[in-house]
């Protein structure tokens, strides 16, 4: 049926993010719905941020475009510009290869719900804030190229 | 800069659909947000519909993929398996080729906005409940493949 039962799509809360750099997301809790809906030419993340979560570490994509939307509460967009208040309606585009760093981060006192959406070529990115970037491979390595002993989580 | 400003973004109602069919969709006004922001690998629309106005004919696409998520307000999704409210937060997910003809209806008296995405092949594709189909090249024609003197916005 097109009308998506979310509650029937499988809540995680995985990161393949290396220590320290899981923690700030232990609080991001998401629903991949476009593998239990047979969506194949993108993907769609059901996001709730708990208090103090992050969506991510602050990052860039190399080929891939991404697309966000607010469905409630209220979140903090940060990037290169500065920070931006984002409530429910508000929307935000990250072209591919754009070398904008950002992430959202929920700074109030409840939850926030989010949808983004992502499709592109799989080139890798990077994390400007802190010594890690992702591969094409999947990958994260340190700014020097080492790998850390961990893997994105798709 | 990522954040939208969605007020600067060209709202229009425009369809390429022949009378009769370009009636229902009068209220329909939107915005394409993806030329707007520079992402080139899925379409990104921002719609409002006015009171009694639809999304579009009922249809399906043969080679690409739809996701919605309502932002505020409430329609109708109709489509072959009946009739479902859609309320803020909710999503629905229409796969390339499944031809189960939907679309949304606001049955209410206010506004409802969603966002809708999308990415493919254009294949064309079927509006079920009347005498006309799309077509890879844009056009419009009857069930017997005569064109209509019209062609799709794109």
Request: aromatic residues 10%; hydrophobic residues 35%; contains cysteine.
């Amino acid at each position: 049926m097109p009308k998506i039962d979310l509650q029937a799509v499988e809540h995680v809360n995985r990161t393949g993010y290396p220590p320290p750099f899981d923690a700030p997301v232990a609080g991001r809790w998401y629903r991949r719905l476009a593998p239990a809906t047979n969506l194949t030419q993108f993907g769609v993340s059901h996001v709730t941020l708990e208090p103090g979560a992050w969506s991510s570490q602050r990052h860039w994509h190399e080929g891939e475009d991404e697309f966000l939307v607010m469905v409630s509460g209220e979140a903090v967009l940060v990037d290169d510009d500065g920070e931006h208040v984002l409530r429910a309606g508000d929307c935000a585009a990250f072209p591919a290869g754009e070398r904008n760093g950002h992430h959202l981060q929920n700074r109030s006192a409840a939850d926030c719900v989010f949808v983004v959406v992502g499709a592109g070529r799989n080139e890798g990115g990077d994390y400007p804030d802190i010594d890690m970037s992702f591969t094409p491979a999947g990958g994260y390595v340190h700014k020097d190229g080492t790998p850390y002993p961990a893997a994105r989580v798709p």
